[in-house]
C-alpha cells in the first residue's frame, strides 16, 4: 500500500500579486516515507502543505499523486488526511463522533462506520474513551482522536500542519516518539510541518528546508545536519561558526584556505580555484580545545569571553583572530571549569567542517 502513495511536485508556485509564497518548488515524497517541511515563519512551508491539501491553489505547476495530477481537483477528492495545530475537534461531539464525522458525510454505511471507528480509536489506544468529549481529554489524548480520524477513512497519505506545537515541552517530547513510531505502525506517507529544528531531525526520514518560498536542500536529518549547502541551512539547523577567506593551495584531499592571516586546511572540492572566495562552516561540538589527547590539524589560540555549563558539557565563546567563535565541550573532557578571560587553544580537523555557498551574502567570521 505505502509504496503506492508516491507525492511529487513539480515547479509549484503561489503569488499573492509581487509576493512568492511558494517559488518553484520542486520535490518527491515515496510511498511510506515521513518527510518534514522545515523552516521559519513566512518560509512558506504551510502555504506548501495546503497546496498539496487542496486549500491553497498554485499559481503554477503541477502536484502528481502516483503520477496523476490533482492540482485541479478540490480537497474532498483527494483523499488525504489532515491534523491541524489545533486538531480542530468538534467541542459537542463525543471521541467516537469525532471520528467518525469523515466517514458520515462520505455516506458510509452505519455498520462500515462503528467498526472503523473501534479499529481507529483501538489504533491510537482511545477504545475505552470513545464517549468522552474533548474537553475531557488531555492535550496528548485530544492530539490522537485527530489522528484517528484523520486515518479512518484510510486516506492515500497523512498531511500534519504542526501538530504538537500546543503541548508543553515534556508532552511535546513524548508524542514525537509516539508519532513516529505511529509511522512505522501504519506505513503511510507522512507530510509534516514544523519550525522546530530538533523536533524535524527527530522524527523525519527526509527533511525539505524552506526560505522565501524557495526549497534551499532536502535530505536525511545526519545529511543535513553534517554537510549543509548553504549559510543559511548551516545557520537554521543548529549554531555554526562561520570562516571567510579565499583559497591559498590545493592538496589530494582538499585545498588550504587564509581567513585574517591564518591558513586552515579544509576536505574536499579538490577542483578549487586558486584565490576563489570560501565559506566554511564548522560546528561549535565539531571543535576541541587542544591538549595532550588532542592535536588537530587546524588549530588557533582564543581567549574566553563566555561560558555556560550545561550538565554534560561547556558551551564556550572564545575571541581569536578570526573573530569570536563559539566551541562545546564535554565536561568530563575538560577539567577545571573554564574561567572568563583564559587562555585556551581551539582545533579541529580539515573533515569537520564543510564549505557552504554564502546565501546571505555576510562576510567574514561569526
Not at 9 to 27: F, I, N, Q, W
Not at 34 to 49: A, H
Request: net charge neutral; proline share 6%.
Amino acid at each position: 500500500m505505502a509504496g503506492l502513495q508516491a507525492l511529487s511536485l513539480d515547479g509549484v508556485s503561489k503569488h499573492y500579486g509581487p509576493a512568492r509564497a511558494l517559488d518553484d518548488v520542486s520535490l518527491t515524497v515515496a510511498g511510506g516515507e515521513f518527510l518534514t517541511l522545515l523552516g521559519p515563519s513566512g518560509s512558506g512551508k504551510t502555504t506548501l502543505l495546503m497546496s498539496i491539501a487542496g486549500f491553497v491553489a498554485p499559481t503554477g505547476g503541477r502536484i502528481l499523486l502516483n503520477g496523476q495530477p490533482i492540482q485541479h481537483l478540490p480537497p474532498e477528492k483527494r483523499n488525504f488526511g489532515m491534523v491541524f495545530q489545533g486538531y480542530a475537534l468538534f467541542p459537542h461531539l463525543s471521541v467516537a463522533r469525532n471520528v467518525a464525522f469523515p466517514l458520515e458525510v462520505r455516506g458510509t454505511p452505519k455498520p462500515e462506520i462503528a467498526s472503523r471507528v473501534k479499529e481507529a480509536l483501538e489504533l491510537v489506544q482511545l477504545g475505552a474513551l470513545a464517549e468522552r468529549l474533548p474537553r475531557q481529554l488531555s492535550g496528548g489524548q485530544q492530539q490522537r482522536v485527530a489522528l484517528a480520524r484523520a486515518l479512518v477513512f484510510a486516506p492515500h497519505l497523512l498531511l500534519l500542519d504542526e501538530p504538537l506545537s500546543a503541548l508543553d515541552r515534556k508532552l511535546r517530547a513524548d508524542m514525537q516518539i509516539e508519532l513516529k513510531s505511529f509511522h512505522r505502525q501504519v506505513g503511510l506517507t507522512f507530510i509534516y510541518v514544523t519550525h522546530d529544528q530538533e523536533e524535524a531531525l527527530s522524527m523525519s526520514d527526509r527533511v525539505a528546508i524552506l526560505n522565501e518560498g524557495r526549497l534551499l536542500q532536502m535530505g536525511a536529518p545526519a545529511e543535513l545536519y553534517e554537510r549543509p549547502a548553504t549559510r543559511f541551512v548551516a545557520e537554521f539547523l543548529g549554531k555554526s561558526n562561520f570562516l571567510a577567506g579565499s583559497v591559498e593551495g590545493r592538496s589530494a584531499d582538499g585545498f588550504t584556505f587564509g581567513c585574517n592571516g591564518l591558513a586552515f586546511e579544509q576536505k574536499g572540492d579538490v577542483a578549487t580555484t586558486m584565490g576563489a572566495p570560501v565559506l566554511v562552516a564548522l560546528r561549535p561540538e565539531r571543535m576541541c580545545l587542544v591538549g595532550d589527547q588532542a592535536q588537530p590539524r587546524n588549530q588557533l589560540d582564543g581567549t574566553i569571553a563566555e561560558f555556560s555549563y550545561l550538565g554534560t558539557s561547556f558551551h564556550l565563546l572564545a575571541d581569536t583572530a578570526v573573530g569570536r567563535l563559539a566551541v562545546t565541550v564535554p565536561t568530563w573532557r575538560h577539567g577545571a571549569p573554564p574561567v572568563v578571560g583564559g587562555k585556551i587553544r581551539l582545533g579541529w580537523d580539515p573533515d569537520a567542517s564543510v564549505r557552504v555557498e554564502d546565501d546571505q551574502k555576510k562576510g567574514g567570521s561569526r
